[in-house]
């Protein structure tokens, strides 16, 4: 057990061992873990509260704020901007057409002001969110620290442009994840979230359809899960889970599931075949313990970038959905 233990940790070391530089993105420490003791010390039972109303009559909107908070982070930052709805916004992208959880961020917002009117940003709430969502699933729970404020921008382009969708080379997510600060093992272990969720069909047309334009299937995926995907995926408009032996647990069987080619996207299943990323999905696939304590830290890390060129009329917005008048 101590042998796998220094094992792992020389693992982790190797993998944060990456030097990022001249990136836009920079952790937000101007954040506090008491931003909001005073002016809205029921914050998180507000957010508790309500998310614990919203997820009992439906439990897959854990995953869904999961991964709205990641959206948004990833693009400019954790500002909200996701969360914008109008012509051209982010939330308009065809990358954001799956996305859900808007309704539950809105519902804890107006509360929200009723308590504490002008005081706390969506893109606070959203974060917040996120971490309650994974610990109801299962997952680990972290202190969030506050203070974020809302951006007023939000085009459909960067989300375009920033947001994976499931057919990139690991170098291109290394290069992402490094330009925002994140690190290899960010990204390993924050992959680690399709442990629970699930996927459009369309995302993975090309692998079991037309791969590389041939008109085959992609040869790395397991024969029987493969039969099991096309029968799953004959249309595009339907939707798959991302973990198909334990969709509903927040557990590392994600990891299981690739070093057995059964990873749902390609950038899941090239998680294992990267020499840069295997050891890693190796370690967590027996290391829950660690997966657990990691997908705090890591989150942790998402939740406090911030955009060096963000606009500098960011403020607290009174809606989410819209920036104030």
Not at 189 to 208: E, K, N, P, W, Y
Request: net charge neutral; aromatic share 8%; charged share 25%.
């Amino acid at each position: 057990m101590k042998m796998m233990g220094y094992r792992f940790m020389m693992i982790m070391m190797v993998a944060v061992a990456v030097v990022v530089e001249g990136n836009e993105y920079e952790y937000d420490e101007s954040l506090s873990y008491s931003y909001y003791h005073g002016s809205c010390p029921q914050l998180e039972s507000i957010i508790h509260d309500k998310l614990t109303h919203w997820l009992k009559n439906d439990s897959t909107l854990a995953p869904a704020l999961i991964n709205l908070h990641f959206h948004d982070c990833i693009v400019k930052g954790c500002d909200a901007s996701i969360l914008l709805d109008h012509d051209g916004s982010e939330r308009s992208a065809a990358v954001s057409k799956a996305l859900r959880g808007f309704e539950v961020i809105n519902d804890i917002k107006a509360e929200v002001e009723k308590m504490c009117p002008r005081t706390v940003s969506c893109a606070d709430i959203l974060t917040a969110a996120a971490r309650d969502a994974t610990v109801a699933a299962g997952g680990p729970f972290w202190m969030v620290p506050y203070g974020r404020k809302d951006g007023r921008i939000s085009m459909a382009k960067e989300a375009q442009s920033h947001v994976p969708k499931g057919h990139e080379r690991v170098t291109d997510l290394i290069e992402l994840f490094q330009s925002k600060g994140l690190n290899i093992l960010d990204l390993v272990v924050l992959s680690g979230a399709h442990t629970i969720g699930r996927s459009s069909c369309g995302s993975l047309q090309d692998r079991l359809f037309n791969y590389k334009g041939i008109g085959k299937t992609d040869p790395s995926i397991n024969p029987k899960y493969l039969n099991f995907l096309r029968r799953k995926c004959r249309w595009a408009s339907e939707y798959v889970e991302l973990d198909g032996v334990t969709p509903k647990a927040f557990d590392v069987q994600y990891y299981k599931n690739l070093q057995k080619k059964m990873g749902l996207l390609s950038t899941d299943q090239m998680l294992y075949t990267d020499s840069r990323t295997a050891p890693l999905v190796s370690a967590f696939a027996s290391q829950s313990a660690q997966f657990h304590h990691q997908f705090a830290v890591s989150m942790l890390k998402l939740g406090k970038i911030q955009d060096y060129f963000a606009d500098e009329d960011s403020e607290i917005r009174l809606k989410c959905s819209c920036v104030n008048a």
